[in-house]
């Protein structure tokens, strides 16, 4: 596929004058936090913001009793959204609703049942070796480095190893600068007014067309690849007999391009994102990383951690779960209405956009004490009782995240592992800023440099 015609068909795929990302741009706006004013408003107006635009309604909600409402109670009124995100997602589950997703999601569910997972541990871990050789050599030369590129890298690793038998077929720097040129949506603005401007193909879009280009080429790289031990139980097995599976003819070989996309960009993405918070975070609270090293050091000690030692490291666990609170990677989940109904008392009309604030809740002194100190140890305080629906870096109800569980196993023993061997120290800029594209990112990044403890 040339670069053109790439560009055609993402142009085409991009946000339209409707997309909510475009909509919700001028309310995040403020350079420090882009999450503040919308925490002003819902301060200010309640749990259910109507915003009308020029042709449609965006729907802000703040409450945890109404996220429930949308992802659970009338889940089938409320689709998904995904606008100008097409050409990252295809026609993958994540996008689907009613009847079919079930077909695609039911032969793909047992991978990510929880006892998989000690069968993945030790791919993850071989993943982390290969990151620490890495940074043994930054350590060495004294760089510095852009920490969200390592922890993405890191992530891509270990789903390759882990759920698809193979080592990453493609060069995971180039895959990720790519990714980030497309994903970060409010590029898709730029590429939007030259579309406007009937000037689709010129300079702009060279860039999205290489980054839809490049991740395009990835699926067909992974199929080509050679096993690395002929595993039996893995996800891409699973994906390949559900393509020969005659019951389900929607599951084409399209679809299972379309899978290993999802894959590598909803489980990299955001798995990597919130590793690289809890590093910002550790480096920030060194005793926190003190802890985290002598739970490391009494749970495990010289040998490689195993399953039944990620269930007791509780405390490294815990700061996983306190950085996903503080920083959600996915801090919006969006439906569109498909049937009229009220919420909090207002009305919903179909097609209106709903964005449930999830950041929102997860900051809410009302639900939280202190919601912004980094506290892990508030995970770990059984006494304490949660507001239900109040934490929800994963969604909520039947669609909620397929590798919630696994994310956490991978980043936990990737920050045990880690710090025990390195002090990273975060060296950018204090506060780092933040960007709300689709996911919550670190503006600019994250820069680190690492010393090798002795
Ligand atoms: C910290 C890590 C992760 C976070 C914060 C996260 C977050 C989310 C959220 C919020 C959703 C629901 C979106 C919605 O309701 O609109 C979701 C869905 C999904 N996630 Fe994750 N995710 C993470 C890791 C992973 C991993 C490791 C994988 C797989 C390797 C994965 C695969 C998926 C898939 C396939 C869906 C769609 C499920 C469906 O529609 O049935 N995620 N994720």
């Given at each position: 596929?040339?670069?053109?015609?790439?560009?055609?068909?993402?142009?085409?795929?991009?946000?339209?004058?409707?997309?909510?990302?475009?909509?919700?741009?001028?309310?995040?706006?403020?350079?420090?936090?882009?999450?503040?004013?919308?925490?002003?408003?819902?301060?200010?107006?309640?749990?259910?913001?109507?915003?009308?635009?020029?042709?449609?309604?965006?729907?802000?909600?703040?409450e945890p009793e109404?996220?429930?409402?949308?992802?659970?109670?009338?889940?089938?009124?409320?689709?998904?959204?995904?606008?100008?995100?097409?050409?990252?997602?295809?026609?993958?589950?994540?996008?689907?609703?009613?009847?079919?997703?079930?077909?695609?999601?039911?032969?793909?569910?047992?991978?990510?049942?929880?006892?998989?997972?000690?069968?993945?541990?030790?791919?993850?871990?071989?993943?982390?070796?290969?990151?620490?050789?890495?940074?043994?050599?930054?350590?060495?030369?004294?760089?510095?480095?852009?920490?969200?590129?390592?922890?993405?890298?890191?992530?891509?690793?270990?789903?390759?190893?882990?759920?698809?038998?193979?080592?990453?077929?493609?060069?995971?720097?180039?895959?990720?600068?790519?990714?980030?040129?497309?994903?970060?949506?409010?590029?898709?603005?730029?590429?939007?007014?030259?579309?406007?401007?009937?000037?689709?193909?010129?300079?702009?879009?060279?860039?999205?067309?290489?980054?839809?280009?490049?991740?395009?080429?990835?699926?067909?790289?992974?199929?080509?690849?050679?096993?690395?031990?002929?595993?039996?139980?893995?996800?891409?097995?699973?994906?390949?007999?559900?393509?020969?599976?005659?019951?389900?003819?929607?599951?084409?070989?399209?679809?299972?391009?379309?899978?290993?996309?999802?894959?590598?960009?909803?489980?990299?993405?955001?798995?990597?994102?919130?590793?690289?918070?809890?590093?910002?975070?550790?480096?920030?609270?060194?005793?926190?990383?003190?802890?985290?090293?002598?739970?490391?050091?009494?749970?495990?000690?010289?040998?490689?951690?195993?399953?039944?030692?990620?269930?007791?490291?509780?405390?490294?666990?815990?700061?996983?779960?306190?950085?996903?609170?503080?920083?959600?990677?996915?801090?919006?989940?969006?439906?569109?209405?498909?049937?009229?109904?009220?919420?909090?008392?207002?009305?919903?009309?179909?097609?209106?956009?709903?964005?449930?604030?999830?950041?929102?809740a997860?900051?809410n002194?009302r639900f939280w004490?202190?919601?912004?100190?980094?506290?892990?140890?508030?995970?770990?305080?059984?006494?304490q009782k949660q507001v239900k629906y109040s934490y929800?870096?994963?969604?909520?109800?039947?669609?909620?995240?397929?590798?919630?569980?696994?994310?956490?196993?991978?980043?936990?023993?990737?920050?045990?592992?880690?710090?025990?061997?390195?002090?990273?120290?975060?060296?950018?800029?204090?506060?780092?800023?933040?960007?709300?594209?689709?996911?919550?990112?670190?503006?600019?990044?994250?820069?680190?440099?690492?010393?090798?403890?002795?």
């Open positions: 596929m040339t670069a053109e015609s790439t560009a055609q068909q993402s142009g085409f795929g991009l946000g339209d004058e409707s997309s909510v990302w475009f909509n919700l741009t001028p309310l995040l706006k403020d350079p420090d936090n882009p999450m503040r004013l919308l925490m002003q408003m819902a301060e200010r107006y309640g749990p259910v913001i109507p915003v009308n635009m020029a042709n449609q309604r965006i729907v802000l909600v703040t109404l996220f429930k409402h949308v992802l659970v109670t009338k889940v089938d009124n409320y689709v998904k959204y995904f606008d100008g995100l097409k050409p990252i997602f295809g026609k993958s589950m994540i996008t689907h609703d009613g009847a079919l997703w079930q077909k695609i999601r039911m032969p793909q569910q047992p991978a990510f049942h929880p006892d998989a997972f000690a069968e993945y541990i030790p791919y993850f871990i071989e993943a982390i070796k290969s990151k620490m050789a890495h940074w043994a050599e930054f350590a060495r030369t004294g760089e510095t480095f852009e920490m969200v590129e390592q922890t993405w890298t890191l992530a891509a690793d270990m789903i390759c190893k882990a759920l698809f038998d193979r080592d990453m077929p493609f060069n995971p720097h180039f895959v990720f600068k790519c990714v980030k040129t497309y994903t970060d949506v409010s590029n898709h603005k730029d590429i939007r007014l030259k579309r406007q401007a009937d000037a689709l193909f010129e300079v702009g879009d060279e860039d999205t067309a290489k980054a839809v280009e490049a991740w395009w080429s990835v699926p067909p790289a992974l199929f080509a690849a050679d096993p690395r031990e002929e595993r039996e139980k893995t996800l891409l097995k699973m994906i390949q007999n559900a393509m020969a599976d005659p019951s389900i003819p929607e599951f084409d070989e399209q679809q299972a391009i379309d899978e290993i996309k999802q894959y590598l960009w909803a489980g990299t993405e955001t798995t990597a994102l919130t590793f690289a918070w809890a590093l910002y975070l550790t480096s920030k609270n060194p005793e926190a990383a003190e802890r985290i090293r002598r739970e490391g050091e009494t749970v495990y000690g010289d040998r490689e951690p195993t399953a039944a030692d990620y269930s007791a490291l509780q405390y490294t666990r815990a700061v996983i779960q306190e950085t996903m609170r503080l920083y959600p990677p996915v801090w919006s989940l969006i439906r569109v209405a498909t049937e009229p109904d009220v919420i909090g008392g207002k009305e919903i009309k179909p097609g209106d956009r709903i964005v449930l604030f999830s950041y929102g997860h900051h002194p004490k202190d919601p912004e100190e980094f506290i892990p140890e508030r995970w770990m305080d059984k006494t929800v870096p994963f969604g909520a109800g039947k669609r909620s995240c397929i590798g919630g569980a696994m994310s956490q196993v991978e980043n936990t023993l990737a920050l045990s592992i880690l710090l025990r061997r390195f002090r990273p120290e975060y060296v950018g800029l204090e506060p780092p800023g933040l960007n709300a594209t689709v996911t919550l990112t670190p503006r600019g990044g994250l820069l680190f440099r690492v010393q090798e403890l002795s």
